[in-house]
């Protein structure tokens, strides 16, 4: 006769057998990171090398004078330079020279660095599903390149916001709307590149354009589309800050001691429109010369500094970064309001 008190045998449940599996892991997410665009565009497009650390922008005094006088529409404004035209046989020719600017600006490269410690044990022992070595260089990366970004538009020395000519610039007591694009391509309308502003300045630039009934265009660049401005990227950027109402009443645009800070509501944000590369006397991106960096970490080099007494490695990551205006006809800058 069969004991009815016999212990049932027990399952082996999801619960007990995830004890000895091996889940699937995803490498580590630095969520704030955002898309390279700006970069992208300076290092395809206005890459210039320098060497000994200092790129020196050199400019003839009189180069923007303006356009010629209603009373004399044949001769073009310059305090120098000459050009003779129409005149007879045996007249003798203009003499023309460029004075160069007896002080011109300085753009210093600005390294960007970090140091990565970690136990020289640990890639060893934990690397099963991911490198740990390779996983803190990419995060630590990611947050440089983000900082570099930062520097390119709001450094107080070279930063884009701060090298806008005052005849370049503009502030209106409204939102971003396709006048106000209009109005800075009337000011740097020669062969401009793209526009760069805010993801919330670029949504409300897309709700004033429904409200009038305009159809945007879309064009493509480093595989991924932006909205269009005739022609030109929309490019967005959330380094071109949003500043709170409440804190910077009174500021003047291109004041170069305002420091933007992120605000989460409303508030003011600049627009840039701008010309790049070296060609075409715009805005160019620094870059030592010969600077090598690993594959991985593409502009970003990577240095073994040693090991500690209790056998912790360091590592020294580095990248550099500046940016300079050669022609005050090249950047644009437009003050909204969110």
Do not use: C
Request: a neutral charge.
């Amino acid at each position: 006769m069969a004991d009815e008190t016999q212990t049932p045998v027990a399952n082996l449940t999801s619960d007990v057998a995830r004890i000895i599996s091996s889940s699937t892991k995803s490498a580590p997410v630095w969520s704030p990171r955002t898309p390279r665009w700006i970069l992208e565009f300076l290092r395809t497009m206005a890459l210039v090398p320098v060497e000994g650390g200092v790129y020196q922008v050199n400019h003839i005094v009189d180069e923007e004078s303006g356009p010629p006088a209603p009373d004399r529409p044949l001769q073009l404004p310059s305090s120098t330079l000459r050009a003779s035209h129409s005149h007879r046989d045996h007249t003798l020719v203009a003499t023309s020279v460029g004075l160069y600017d007896p002080k011109p600006q300085e753009i210093a490269l600005h390294p960007v660095e970090a140091v990565v410690k970690i136990p020289k044990r640990v890639p060893k022992l934990f690397s099963n599903n991911h490198d740990q070595l390779q996983a803190q260089f990419r995060v630590t990366s990611d947050f440089i390149s983000e900082t570099a970004g930062n520097l390119i538009f709001n450094h107080s020395d070279f930063g884009l916001l701060h090298n806008v000519a005052p005849r370049m610039q503009f502030a209106v007591d409204g939102p971003p709307t396709p006048d106000v694009l209009d109005d800075m391509l009337k000011l740097a309308w020669r062969r401009p590149d793209l526009f760069v502003m805010h993801p919330d300045a670029l949504a409300e630039f897309r709700k004033q354009a429904n409200a009038q009934s305009l159809n945007l265009e879309e064009v493509e660049a480093f595989g991924s589309p932006f909205t269009a401005w005739r022609s030109l990227p929309l490019v967005p950027s959330n380094k071109l800050h949003i500043i709170s109402k409440a804190g910077k009443k009174g500021e003047q645009a291109g004041n170069k001691k305002a420091e933007s800070k992120p605000s989460p509501k409303g508030g003011s944000t600049s627009i840039l429109l701008m010309r790049l590369g070296e060609a075409k006397q715009g805005v160019i991106y620094l870059s030592p010369r010969d600077a090598e960096a690993p594959v991985r970490l593409p502009s970003i080099s990577v240095e073994f500094m040693g090991l500690t007494d209790d056998a912790v490695a360091h590592y020294l990551l580095t990248t550099y970064t500046g940016v300079a205006v050669l022609s005050s006809g090249a950047l644009a800058r437009a003050d909204v309001q969110l």
